[in-house]
């Protein structure tokens, strides 16, 4: 489902009831796929954090932040994407995402944060590519609103200009290559996990961002 608008992208009430999350927000976590299952702390996404994916501009960090959607979206709960002008519907699908469950926000201009705002009362997950450094006031604003309502906010950075409050968890693609046969088969990336609190440790993995079948899998 597309929603365009050349400024603040409103949900209607019709459709924000329609896509109303249905799981309550006492269930604390999202689903995620593999190879998520295993790479982050508890196997899932918790309700109500802010999660960063910082990577440079071809490394596959846009890969990596969808596919996050696909064992969120398959379980039935409502997705959003903000900011992102070609999203790339083909290979989302061959991500595992269900794109019945997936609201695309594609060029809300400088009404992104109202954009994610606004689709925080109906869904569960919003991928959001800022057009710039956000500013430290939007950032925390959101979050906040993240944690009222059990969203799920998942930001897409680069690392000339990072998430401007330190997030719940943090997911960097340290380098990342292509591998070729004739043709572009699969990137291979280096990727880092981390998290606020002693029982987050930073840890390393290498994924394949994404695999030659199309899906994101760690080596």
Do not use: K, Y
């Amino acid at each position: 489902m597309f929603a365009f608008s050349s400024s603040r992208p409103p949900v209607p009430s019709d459709l924000a009831a329609h896509v109303r999350p249905v799981a309550a927000a006492s269930s604390r976590r999202l689903p995620v796929a593999a190879p998520w299952t295993t790479l982050l702390p508890d196997g899932a996404l918790q309700r109500g954090t802010t999660v960063t994916v910082s990577a440079a501009p071809g490394s596959g960090g846009l890969t990596l932040a969808l596919s996050l959607l696909s064992g969120v979206s398959t379980r039935g709960h409502w997705c959003g994407v903000v900011g992102v002008d070609d999203p790339g519907v083909v290979a989302m699908h061959e991500l595992g995402v269900d794109l019945r469950r997936v609201l695309f926000v594609s060029r809300p201009r400088g009404a992104w944060a109202e954009a994610v705002a606004d689709l925080a009362e109906g869904v569960d997950l919003v991928v959001v590519r800022p057009p710039s450094r956000a500013a430290h006031g939007t950032a925390r604003r959101l979050m906040g609103r993240a944690r009222e309502r059990g969203l799920v906010i998942v930001a897409l950075v680069e690392p000339a200009a990072p998430w401007p409050v330190p997030a719940d968890l943090s997911i960097e693609v340290l380098s990342a290559q292509w591998r070729t046969n004739a043709r572009l088969e699969s990137r291979r990336a280096l990727v880092r996990v981390s998290g606020r609190g002693s029982a987050r440790r930073a840890s390393e993995h290498v994924v394949e961002l994404p695999d030659a079948t199309g899906r994101v899998l760690a080596s």
